[in-house]
Nanobody, 124 residues
Framework: QVQLVESGGGLVQPGGSLRLSCAASGLVFSSYGMGWFRQAPGKEREFGTTISRSGGDTGYADSVKGRFTISRDSAKNTVYLQMNSLKPEDTANYYC?????????????????WGQGTQVTVSS
């Protein structure tokens, strides 16, 4: 069965950094584009960033561009989210997702598989 397992979440101070990992299994990793979404308490889930099947193309929401970086390692079947200059408004549950699309969609409706999420809290 397909599984996406996130890890690396935790508590960090404003201005700090954190790296999230998403390990994929049960699918042909190279056949899926990958994305990160997040959901804060009381808010709807929003798009964060996405990366193409080959890793050659990436897309970012304006809210994270310049601070977050998405990457993937085909040998490890893992996608990463490097988060720098973290702000309190980045506090949310972060979800990893996979899409069979050859594009780099920002819509959650284009993603077929989802992880259970990992909590990131940015606070003093």
């Amino acid at each position: 069965q397909v599984q996406l397992v996130e890890s690396g979440g935790g508590l960090v101070q404003p201005g700090g950094s954190l790296r999230l990992s998403c390990a994929a299994s049960g699918l042909v990793f190279s056949s899926y584009g990958m994305g990160w979404f997040r959901q804060a308490p009381g808010k709807e889930r929003e798009f964060g960033t996405t990366i193409s099947r080959s890793g050659g193309d990436t897309g970012y929401a304006d809210s994270v561009k310049g601070r977050f970086t998405i990457s993937r390692d085909s040998a490890k079947n893992t996608v990463y989210l490097q988060m720098n200059s973290l702000k309190p408004e980045d506090t949310a549950n972060y979800y990893c997702a996979a899409t069979p699309s050859g594009n780099i969609p920002s819509s959650e409706f284009m993603y077929t598989y989802w992880g259970q999420g990992t909590q990131v809290t940015v606070s003093s």
